[in-house]
């Protein structure tokens, strides 16, 4: 402040203006326990942070708070009187706040002669209904009714939390014509472990009992009135719906009452019964839908969009409640509603309440975790499960939780992780353990609709070691096994739709797939649902159980939403801290959330971009497999199996196992050494089974390698191949040793074909193996020494295309029954040579003097010498007397040292 005394300004000291603190308006002005007000206003403050908020001398929780805006929720045990709010000192209160017992438009009251006198109160969702009364049954009823007045057809649903106080308490909904003791009526309710429909269809008539499912609380109950046709329904989950007993003609009057039925069946007793999820809807005031949500898992904090119809304009005291506990709205409007999960949420039922009836929509369960499912992913359990299921997503790994008698016979019990598939696609998902369940199913699956009975093709593993296709073509029909493979996990299981065909198939890698029995033919509607499915599968008088099943290597692709694709990675082997080039498609531009995985842990990230990704193993990172996980979805790519190890394959040699090996293979390198580890059952017959370590090669070439040794099985095969495909099918060459003391070629003419062996060399290891590619002829030798070769068998004529894989292949070679084994061989010495290769098969004589002529045989000299050489221990022959492609003629030099050594052709 300062004081201004004939032009001249005093000193200043600082004051505060405090913004005038007012209450201007309250919405509503009355409502339950729970029910959200909004207080307007001003001078309030930006945040909270020590101002407080009372009514009637109770706190209030707060919701959100701004200057001008207060949200807040009537608290338990608060009664009418002012809204008052504290802010720095200052105080102001509202007009006057009525806290109602029921929702508006509700009443109760006792109906027939009640020993005690029943109540009814409301709060957060949940009514709780206190009742005496003999009975509600034979020609008149005792009981406590919670009602509101229903003109024409109209339905009511609640959900039975809790019935106690007396031996055979009795609770539900019932619709009645009249308030009279005497009244006809339908009534589906819970009593004794029992859901049951009973009905009174004469006024003063005696009442009919029929029984539904025996189960415990909570449980679902459900009457619907259509003119004079009554139709009573249970539910484990609100969703999946039963018919109890058959439908009823009660001929009652247009304006009726619906509403809760509470009776102790001792009039000398109180029972005390609780509802939630209780709706009503009728022609005239349809009640809220939620049709869809964004998710069905979350964390703490974070958004979920709920979409629908009939949530009103605006908010106005609805609610949405989760686990009967209100969450915080952000925005809404008649078809959608915003919220976040709030601090100390668990997970229940998320359910729209619209205000002033609070009447409520259908449930979605809601899981609260640390571990949400990604974006589009949701979950739910399909048909009556014992247990309910839930499911979870971390690092790239799914874990789901299921019970349920089976996936199979005419209806499903299951949980169920989905998306929804417009026209063709396919899923893929390797099933990495099961437990809970002696037969546990878990698997990938394609479903027409939610409904336990529609259509369906599931590909899945059914403890122990089966992996099958389940099929259901007419919704509500019997299920079809098409086939089976028999293997133990962690397996890959895929299923392709492509149009109405479905085709279901198993791999060891997810690089070989066997089909499993044939195509199936399913008709179903364009949009359907793709996912994940768990069923603890205890029909057949298993005990009740829930199981688990973790899924990882999840993809799915379709026309709309391709998935990622690795086509290259720079190498399958490397140290910590070593550097990864990964190339392919759909990456995305930036990496925005998405991960690359090693082994189902984040990998460090260089560089991403569409179709390139630069990683960094990192501190701790094990051998597994290697995928990109693309955000939001974490829809995986394919998977390249990659080992860390202090000893990686040079660049720009590769690894990878071919065909359905027993165990996985794996590669290092030390000091010019090769170790190849591999298992399977040949390399042989119409498909190999190894390990290879290879890498590309353009045209023409050979390989050199020496066997060093061969352990690990009785037949262990060890060498050099040349092969068009890493198809485990594929043409190819191959000149190995198998144990004991065989050097063969083996060869594969035609992609499928069976394998020849045109010739064997009988020799103890270590020894060397050489293979030529020349155009489509491929030519393997033996040798002792890397010096002198010896051809085994003759040149075979195989077509392949100009670009093929060079390399190492392993196989533990346990066909005809042998028990299965992992194999090592090791191979120094390795030379792949590019382009056509001179190759020396002979010499004569193979000791002279200096000036010896010499006669050399072999092949790819060339016709004539031009700047070709020929030398002696290192010294070149000056004198060549005869040069063609297969045979040199020259004299030894006057430079050649004494000794053993070899002689060299170099072509140009």
């Known amino acids: 402040m300062v004081v201004n005394a004939s032009g001249v300004s005093s000193n200043g000291i600082n004051f505060t203006v405090i913004e005038t603190l007012s209450i201007t308006s309250l919405s509503p002005i009355s409502g339950v326990v729970g029910s959200e007000v909004a207080i307007a206003g001003t001078g309030f403050g930006a945040t909270q942070g020590s101002s407080t908020i009372t009514l009637n001398g109770t706190t209030v929780p707060v919701a959100s708070w701004t200057d001008t805006n207060i949200i807040a929720n009537v608290p338990s045990g608060a009664s009418s009187g002012p809204f008052s709010v504290t802010v720095n000192g200052q105080n102001v209160n509202s007009p006057a706040f009525t806290v109602t017992t029921l929702p508006a438009g509700w009443l109760d009251g006792d109906v027939g002669s009640v020993g005690i006198a029943g109540s009814a109160s ?88 029929q029984s539904g499912v025996n189960i415990g ?241 599931f590909v899945g593993y059914q403890q122990s070691q089966l992996e099958c296709l389940w099929d259901r073509t007419t919704t509500g029909g019997s299920t079809s096994v098409p086939g089976c493979n028999n293997a133990g996990l962690p397996y890959w299981l895929k299923l392709v739709r492509s149009g109405s065909t479905f085709s279901g198939y198993a791999s060891p890698d997810g690089n070989t797939w066997t089909q499993l029995g044939s195509a199936q033919t399913i008709s179903m509607a364009q949009t359907v649902y793709v996912g994940l499915a768990v069923s603890s599968n205890t029909a057949g008088g298993l005990p009740a159980a829930l199981a688990t099943a973790t899924f990882d290597n999840v993809s799915i692709n379709s026309t709309a939403l391709p998935a990622p694709v690795m086509t290259s990675v720079s190498a399958t082997t490397g140290s910590i801290g070593g550097t990864v080039a990964i190339n392919g498609s759909g990456f995305g531009a930036s990496q925005n959330g998405s991960l690359v995985l090693l082994n189902d842990a984040p990998v460090t990230i ?157 020799a103890g290891l270590p020894y060397w193996l050489k293979l030529v590619r020349g155009g489509s002829s491929f030519s393997g030798y033996a040798s002792p020494d890397g010096n002198t070769w010896t051809q085994v068998g003759s040149a075979q004529t195989i077509s392949m295309a100009q670009t093929v894989y060079v390399g190492l292949a392993v196989s533990s070679n346990t066909a005809g029954g042998l028990p299965a084994a992992l194999a090592t061989g090791t191979l120094d010495n390795v030379l792949i040579t590019l382009g056509t290769t001179p190759f020396v098969t002979g010499l004569s004589p193979t000791l002279g003097t200096v000036g010896t002529s010499v006669m050399i045989t072999g092949s790819s000299f060339g016709a004539t010498q031009g700047t070709s050489t020929v030398s002696f221990n290192g010294a070149l022959a000056t004198s060549i007397t005869s040069w063609s492609d297969t045979q040199i003629i020259a004299l030894v030099p006057t430079t050649a040292a004494s000794g053993t050594s070899p002689v060299v052709v170099t072509v140009n």
């Open 606 to 762: 260089n560089t991403w971009s569409n179709t390139s990704i630069s990683i960094t193993i990192p501190t701790g990172a094990t051998s597994g497999y290697l995928a990109v996980a693309v955000a939001p979805m974490m829809n995986d790519s394919n998977a390249v199996l990659f080992t860390v190890t202090a000893n990686p394959l040079p660049t720009p040699w590769l690894d990878q196992d071919v065909g359905p090996v027993q165990y996985g293979g794996s590669a290092t390198y030390t000091n010019g050494t090769f170790t190849v580890n591999g298992s399977g059952l040949q390399i042989y017959g119409t498909s190999d089974q190894m390990h290879f370590v290879y890498q590309s090669l353009q045209g023409n070439g050979t390989i050199v390698a020496r066997v060093v040794s061969a352990s690990g099985s009785t037949y262990t095969q060890a060498g050099a191949m040349i092969r068009e495909t890493l198809d485990p099918r594929a043409t190819s060459a191959f000149v190995g040793y198998q144990a004991t003391d065989l050097e063969c070629l083996w060869d594969r003419a035609t992609t499928g074909g069976s394998t020849s062996i045109p010739g064997c060399h009988n």
């Open 217 to 457: 609380l909570p449980y679902w109950v459900k009457l619907v009135r259509s003119g004079s046709s009554f139709i009573a329904y249970s539910s484990y989950n609100g969703t999946t719906w039963a018919q109890t007993g058959t439908s009823q003609t009660i001929t009652m009057a247009q304006a009726v009452y619906i509403g809760l039925a509470v009776c102790s069946q001792d009039n000398t007793t109180l029972a005390t019964a609780t509802f939630d999820n209780v709706s009503v809807s009728s022609s005239t005031s349809l009640a809220p839908v939620i049709t869809n949500v964004s998710a069905t898992t979350g964390s703490i904090g974070s958004q979920v969009e709920i979409s629908g119809s009939g949530f009103g304009n605006s908010q106005n005291g609805g609610l949405v409640t989760l686990n009967n506990v209100p969450v915080t709205i952000n925005a809404w409007t008649s078809t959608t509603i915003v919220i976040t999960i709030p601090t100390g949420a668990v997970s229940g039922y998320l359910v729209v309440s619209v205000a002033p009836s609070m009447n409520d929509s259908n449930p979605v369960y809601f899981t609260v975790t640390s571990q949400p499912l990604p974006s589009s992913w949701l979950d739910q359990d399909v048909g009556p499960v014992q247990y309910g299921g839930s499911a979870t997503y971390t690092n790239g790994a799914f874990t789901v939780n299921g019970s349920g008698l089976q996936i199979g016979g005419t209806s499903d019990q299951m949980h169920f992780v989905f998306q929804s598939l417009q026209g063709d696609g396919t899923i893929v998902a390797r099933v990495v353990s099961t437990s809970g369940s002696t037969y546990t199913q878990a698997g990938a699956m394609i479903r027409e609709t939610l409904d336990p009975s529609a259509t369906y093709a």
């Open 122 to 209: 409301y709060a957060n969702g949940t009514f709780t209904v206190q009742a005496s009364g003999a009975q509600i049954s034979g020609t008149s009823d005792q009981m406590h009714f919670v009602y509101q007045p229903l003109s024409g057809d109209g339905t009511i649903v609640a959900r039975v939390v809790s019935a106690q106080g007396s031996n055979y308490p009795e609770a539900g909904v019932m619709i009645r014509e009249t308030l009279d003791a005497a009244s006809t009526n339908g009534y589906a309710n819970y009593q004794s472990s029992v859901v049951f429909f009973s009905y009174r269809g004469s006024t003063g008539g005696s009442t009919t009992l």
